[in-house]
């Protein structure tokens, strides 16, 4: 199972690529479900994963100056403090065990995986959305001025939630990024990138002392996705990644339901 892993990282990397945001929210699944991986850990897996990816992501979009940096610094800032706190305080305090209804135990690790699966269905409706309406309630915000406290605001909530289940989080952090601070979408696009490297870093780095790594494996399954985004960089010459994400959001919005599924009934 473990080389299916390898090629579901090519592949994640191939979609982050093509559409820019989403693909890391399988990095997750991937490792629990094919490679074995606990979920804590998991997350803490997939943090170095999906910051390396987007570092190597939001390359293009520096050389090119598609990074706003104060809107970096003012979601980011809030955001890390979030993760950090998140991973190093409030992750190791929940405990292991739940809650019990009836013949169903709800497990730490379950709840994880199931709060996973409902950013996964709030990210496959963003992406299944027609791209016009998508723009029309974005535009409708075009006469606000930049908000700094909803900036902050919202980089708080994504930190405590990409701390709490290790993905990206560019679906919520590209909107929030075009509704409140007035960027462009590939701007977004190469700002939610560089807020997604540095926060996915710090997330990394606070796990220290917490558990072992398997450095052999993050590496290669790291290796593989890069690889995966520089091939889907050169498909979105040639491939329209507006017209892929509908049918990739429809594949999340079914993996949310199977993750949920399986953690509750089997």
């Known amino acids: 199972m473990e080389y299916l892993g390898y090629i579901a990282a090519i592949l994640i990397g191939v979609l982050l690529g093509l559409i820019g945001a989403g693909g890391s929210i399988l990095t997750i699944p991937v490792l629990v ?7 804590v850990h998991a997350t803490s897996y997939s943090l170095f994963i999906v910051g390396v990816s987007a570092f190597i992501g939001g390359l293009r979009y520096m050389k090119n100056s598609l990074i706003c940096w104060r809107t970096m610094l003012v979601f980011g800032i809030p955001s890390v403090i979030s993760i950090f ?31 996973l699966a409902v950013l996964m269905i709030a990210a496959s409706y963003t992406m299944i ?10 535009h409708k915000h075009n006469n606000e001025q930049y908000r700094y406290f909803l900036i902050f605001q919202q980089g708080v909530i994504v930190g405590t939630l990409v701390g709490l289940v290790g993905a990206g989080g560019g679906f919520l952090i590209i909107p ?18 560089a807020i997604i490297a540095f926060n996915s870093s710090i997330g990394f780095l606070s796990d220290f002392g917490t ?13 593989f996705a890069i690889t995966g985004i520089i091939l889907g960089s050169y498909l979105s010459k040639y491939i329209s990644g507006a017209k892929l994400k509908p049918g990739f959001g429809w594949f999340i919005l079914v993996m949310g339901v199977y993750i949920i599924s399986k953690e509750l009934f089997f």
């Open 211 to 223: 558990h072992d790594f398997d450095w052999k494996f993050i590496l290669i399954f790291s290796a």
């Open 33 to 39: 479900y094919l490679i074995g991986i606990e979920p």
């Open 85 to 115: 706190f998140t991973r190093k305080y409030l992750l190791h305090k929940i405990p292991d065990h739940l809650i019990s209804i009836g013949t169903l135990d709800i497990t730490k690790s379950a709840a994880l995986m199931i709060l």
């Open 129 to 138: 959305r027609k791209p016009s309406s998508v723009l029309a309630d974005m």
């Open 176 to 193: 929030a990024l075009v509704v409140l601070a007035k960027l462009p979408m590939k701007k977004a696009v190469g700002t939610s990138l």
